[in-house]
Nanobody, 115 residues
Framework: QVQLIESGGGSVQPGGSLRLSCEVS????????MAWYRQFPRNQRELVAE???????LYANSVKGRFDISRDNEKNIINLQMNSLKPEDSAVYYC?????????WGQGTQVTVSS
């Protein structure tokens, strides 16, 4: 069974930094884009950043210039470096990947930005 294993997250003061990682666990025969989404209370999940196998990247306007997504295709890991964090970045962050033709989600990790 293929799973997405997330790590990182936690609490930080405004202006601080956090790094999220997501690793694919299990055997698979195809993998496509991987991404980070976030979900605020009572809201739908929104795309934060996406990266393709070729390195094509898409960011939400709200995080451009502050967040950096990267990918290691050999290890099947993506990272999200989050800098200059704001209270409005507080949310549950989910890893997402297209694997074996289907969409898979991680369990989610909480990011809290507060003074």
């Amino acid at each position: 069974q293929v799973q997405l294993i997330e790590s990182g997250g936690g609490s930080v003061q405004p202006g601080g930094s956090l790094r999220l990682s997501c690793e694919v666990s299990g055997k698979f025969f195809s993998i496509g884009p991987m991404a980070w989404y976030r979900q605020f209370p009572r809201n739908q999940r929104e795309l934060v950043a996406e990266i393709t196998t070729a390195g094509g990247i898409l960011y939400a306007n709200s995080v451009k210039g502050r967040f950096d997504i990267s990918r290691d295709n050999e290890k099947n890991i993506i990272n999200l470096q989050m800098n200059s964090l704001k209270p409005e970045d507080s949310a549950v962050y989910y890893c997402n990947a297209l694997i074996n033709g289907g969409e898979i989600w991680g369990q989610g990790t909480q990011v809290t930005v507060s003074s």
